[in-house]
């Protein structure tokens, strides 16, 4: 059964950094295409970073610049380096591969 849970969102504020994770079980994300969602109030999800296995990013031109999306392949573990980060940026964020989403981890950014 494969489960993702996302941790490390919490309130920040703007200019701040986040480190958001990822954890799998029941897969291996260093084989497939993975990817961070987010959601904010009154919006639909959109793609933020994907990695590919290949090494390959992309990344929401919103985002470009202050986002970094990584792997730990030992620890099977994604992340989200989130810096100078916007009042726009707040939302749920949500890992993802394949039909397997996370629960999503709020992050607040607001003075």
């Known amino acids: 059964q494969v489960q993702l849970v996302e941790s490390g969102g919490g309130l920040v504020q703007p200019g701040g950094s986040l480190k958001l994770s990822c954890e799998a079980s029941?897969?291996?994300?260093?084989?497939?295409?993975i990817h961070w969602f987010r959601q904010a109030p009154g919006k639909e999800r959109e793609p933020v970073a994907s990695l590919i296995p290949s090494g390959w990013t992309q990344y929401a031109d919103s985002v470009k610049g202050r986002f970094t999306i990584s792997l730990d392949k030992e620890k099977n573990v994604m992340f989200l380096q989130m810096n100078d980060l916007k009042i726009e940026d707040t939302a749920v964020y949500f890992c993802?591969?394949?039909?397997?989403w996370g629960p999503g981890t709020q992050v607040t950014v607001s003075s």
């Open positions: 029941g897969v291996i994300f260093s084989r497939n295409d």
């Open positions: 993802n591969m394949y039909q397997y």
